[in-house]
């Protein structure tokens, strides 16, 4: 009998390494995880972070009160809603949306994009 077919929402897509809805809690991320991988940070809260390696992408979303410290990426660095929090990155390309009250500290080869924060 063949498989039923999954519904695009119980497919996961997501390769690489993930960190999701923490709080109150410091991570590391050791190079023997995230070189070359795709790092994704999703749901943080008070947290502190900080990856060790050189990952090809970071994409950083819905973070609150977070230290977040990465490099250098290889590719982007992609942030979505960001707030009252610190990011120390490097990385060829920078994309922040939606960052709020938020401290960049930043070392890009190409550039970095900043939409709609304050």
């Not at 063949?2 to 109150?24: H, M, W």
């Not at 991320?29 to 795709?38: F, G, I, P, R, Y």
């Amino acid at each position: 009998a063949a498989e039923p077919v999954k519904e695009s929402s119980e497919i996961n897509l997501e390769t690489g390494v993930s960190v999701r809805n923490k709080v109150n809690e410091t991570i590391e991320l050791a190079s023997t995880e995230v070189n070359s991988a795709d790092v994704n940070l999703v749901n943080l809260e008070n947290c502190r972070v900080h990856v060790i390696g050189s990952p090809s992408t970071i994409h950083i979303t819905q973070v609150r009160n977070c230290r977040i410290m990465a490099g250098p990426v290889s590719s982007s660095v992609f942030i979505e809603g960001c707030k009252d929090s610190t990011l120390v990155l490097s990385s060829q390309q920078l994309r922040i949306h939606d960052a709020v009250c938020t401290d960049f500290l930043i070392h890009v080869t190409s550039k970095a994009v900043i939409e709609d924060s304050n």
